[in-house]
């Protein structure tokens, strides 16, 4: 394939094919959509009657140097083919079949692209076909991504941020859906690190919020956003909804996706074998709930390791982006333990399970890669308490030697030592604030471990709130940080967040960013490639 101009042929093929699919009038679930968000026009309007549409625009999923995942979603069954070309004219097109999908799937599916040439620009377009007549296909849903470099020189730059439309807060045609998206796709990354808690199925919208100005938010609803989600459609239908807005579709269409998976995907706050007192529920076995989140989860994102067939099902993995970069997604939902205050003398399943962390210990030991990104869905030494005794996340409140959870990291953190485990980098959100802390051994209450930076990002397009407070047992300092002095204020308020990190080809620099929404950039941080502690 030969090599693009980057740019130019991603402007041109937004302009054309992407631009058109994130103006396919989506089905409401009973509502009229505005036009802003829809892109509904005379286009939109002439679909052809009794062909497969695919409205829901196109994702791409842990794109490699030579390989990738591409999710589409019909509105009817469907055969899923995919072609892919160097330039946006497919004048030269490869053609990959893919699944024939239908209601097991909720209409959704996922192709395999191999063979994909190193660190260029792919354009690709998915068309559905009537699986009983070939002839009868969709108009062509566009898309593009960069495959990640085999030459360093070239480096790799994406985004990251967690937490979208919770709290209240949803798809408010005044404000554009989820303008955040836009600024994010304008920045061009390589890729968009999504941090967890993608959808709040905990979260059920109203059609109007009085903020405490006396303005009126508005959410465009649906009938699945009315409740909490229990059922597997309801949990589907939480995901389809984030896709109702155009910005959202646009990004994804451009920008291909890292993501993992926290508590809102199901319900705030669980963890496995938990049973609901809360009254809202029918369903109150937890586990039951995950498994129909995570079946609904795995069908609407392009995970890999989430595809059918798959006999491990898991949400942690590495995604290898070239010689500058390994992503490791971690999944601090599936294997912790209850949540308690947190305290125990041993704890050998953690947050983290046994299997997780030696398979993190183990693939951070194998990586070449110059940086190692550990993307953890909840921080480290942040305080997040889960009603008046217990703990959500690592930290538990207690300044001293590690207890309860916190011996796993400080497990991990002892083996990154030991082994000259160079390049780590913690990146994480769910607090809904951004703020950067740096770990020294210097400070802890225990030493065993190297330096090393953690960044906070979020939320997108969720209520924010005011910074928690910092364990002391791994010695943060809290660098920078930005948040609300007071409970969930809205996006109208502003308090939205997302970071960057641009790795210099040349020096190996990575450079870190915390953005406000508007494009402020309110923190930078530079570190040095090659060292086991920064």
Known sequence: MEQESGSIGRR????????????????????????????????????????????????????????????????????????????????????????????????????????????????????????????????????????????????????????????????????????????????????????????????????????????????????????????????????????????????????????????HEVLNNWYPGEILGDTRYTEKSVDVLAARAKRAFSEYFPVPTLRPGRTDGRVHRVVRHGPLLDVFVLDMRTYRNRNSPNRQPQDAQGILGREQLDWLKRELERSRAVWKVIASDMPLGLVVPDGATDFEAVANADPGAPLGRELQIAELLRHIKRRRITGTVWLTADVHYTSAQHYDPSRAAFGDFEPFWEFVSGPLNAGAFPATALDSTFGPDRVFMKAPTRANVSPAEGYQFYGEVDIDGESGELTVRLLEEGGAVLFTKVLQPGRVGQ
């Open 12 to 263: 041109s093929v937004l302009r054309g094919g992407a631009l058109a699919s994130a103006g396919l009038a989506l089905p409401s679930a009973g509502l009229a959509l505005p036009a802003a968000l829809s892109g509904a026009g005379p286009a939109a309007a002439q679909t052809l009657s009794g062909r497969p549409e695919a409205r829901w625009g196109v994702q791409a999923g842990d794109v490699t140097s030579s390989s990738a995942l591409v999710w589409v979603r019909s509105d009817r069954p469907a055969r899923m083919i995919v072609e892919t070309s160097a330039t946006d004219t497919f004048r030269t097109a490869r053609r990959t079949f893919g699944p024939l999908i239908g209601p097991v799937t909720d209409f959704t599916g996922t192709t395999a692209l191999h063979g994909l040439p190193p660190g260029e620009q792919v354009h690709y377009r998915v068309v559905l076909a009537d699986p009983d007549d070939p002839r009868r296909t969709s108009e062509p849903v566009h898309g593009t991504f960069r495959t990640a470099p085999v030459r360093r020189r070239q480096g790799v730059r994406f985004v990251w941020s967690g937490d979208l439309a919770g709290q209240g807060w949803g798809i408010n045609p005044e404000r554009g859906g989820y303008p955040v998206f836009e600024e994010m796709r304008r920045r061009d990354p390589d890729f968009f690190l999504f941090s967890g808690d993608t959808v709040y199925a905990d979260g059920p919208l109203t059609a109007s919020v009085t903020l405490p100005d006396g303005r009126v938010w508005r959410n465009v609803t649906t009938e699945e956003k009315s409740k909490v989600a229990e059922t597997l459609a309801e949990f589907r239908g939480n995901f389809r909804y984030n896709l109702l807005d155009a910005t959202f579709r646009r990004f994804n269409a451009q920008v291909p996706a890292i993501v993992q998976w926290d508590d």
